[in-house]
């Protein structure tokens, strides 16, 4: 699938390839198992995390992945919230720049950590909500919302959004 947007801004690109891990729309995860877990993080330098990987690591990523999705499509931040709780500390300054520590017993803890304070970071930062999930069902795409208006819902308008305009015609077509 070609998705026709630039990537999310740098802070946010790491939690935009994360949870593009899954293209749903053709049926693919990266974390399905340990192998592709493991290429995976290594592809997006996140080695020590694939050194480290295990079984429960494996399934925290993943968890940790739909919990940031579920966040970002506004469906509830109770996951991500527990993640704030256990991994982060308080922010402080350090060299003129504040700095949120991360935690953590795991590499994969530490990184999914560092994801959330991306995330932390973009909404204090004033543009809050422009990584969004597109919201079709069976996509999900993450993308980086770059109108004027933050008003995109589709991660494409050639793909996503062509194809619930047609559903909706068909719809109107079939009730006349």
């Given at each position: 699938?070609?998705y026709?947007r630039p990537?999310?801004?740098?802070?946010?690109?790491?939690?935009e390839?994360?949870?593009?891990?899954?293209?749903?729309l053709?049926?693919?995860?990266?974390?399905?198992?340990?192998?592709d877990?493991?290429?995976?993080?290594?592809?997006?330098?996140?080695?020590d995390v694939a050194?480290?990987?295990?079984?429960?690591?494996?399934?925290?990523?993943?968890?940790a992945?739909e919990?940031?999705?579920?966040?970002?499509?506004g469906?509830?931040?109770?996951?991500?919230?527990?993640?704030?709780?256990r991994?982060?500390?308080?922010?402080?300054w350090?060299g003129g720049?504040?700095?949120?520590?991360?935690?953590?017993s795991?590499?994969?803890?530490?990184?999914?950590g560092e994801l959330?304070?991306?995330?932390?970071?973009?909404?204090?930062s004033g543009?809050p909500?422009r990584?969004?999930?597109?919201?079709?069902?069976?996509?999900r795409w993450?993308?980086y919302?770059r109108s004027?208006?933050n008003n995109?819902?589709w991660c494409s308008?050639?793909?996503?959004?062509?194809?619930?305009?047609?559903?909706?015609?068909?719809a109107?077509?079939?009730?006349?």
């Amino acid at each position: 699938m070609a998705y026709d947007r630039p990537p999310a801004p740098d802070q946010l690109q790491p939690v935009e390839a994360f949870g593009n891990s899954a293209r749903f729309l053709h049926d693919e995860d990266a974390l399905v198992d340990l192998a592709d877990a493991r290429t995976w993080l290594r592809e997006h330098d996140h080695q020590d995390v694939a050194d480290e990987l295990d079984e429960p690591a494996r399934q925290e990523l993943v968890r940790a992945r739909e919990a940031i999705r579920e966040h970002l499509a506004g469906a509830g931040s109770e996951r991500l919230n527990d993640y704030a709780r256990r991994l982060l500390g308080t922010p402080q300054w350090q060299g003129g720049r504040i700095v949120i520590p991360v935690g953590g017993s795991t590499a994969a803890e530490r990184m999914i950590g560092e994801l959330v304070v991306a995330l932390v970071v973009a909404d204090l930062s004033g543009k809050p909500g422009r990584l969004k999930v597109c919201q079709a069902e069976d996509c999900r795409w993450l993308y980086y919302d770059r109108s004027p208006g933050n008003n995109s819902i589709w991660c494409s308008m050639d793909i996503c959004g062509a194809r619930h305009k047609m559903r909706a015609y068909r719809a109107r077509r079939k009730d006349a």
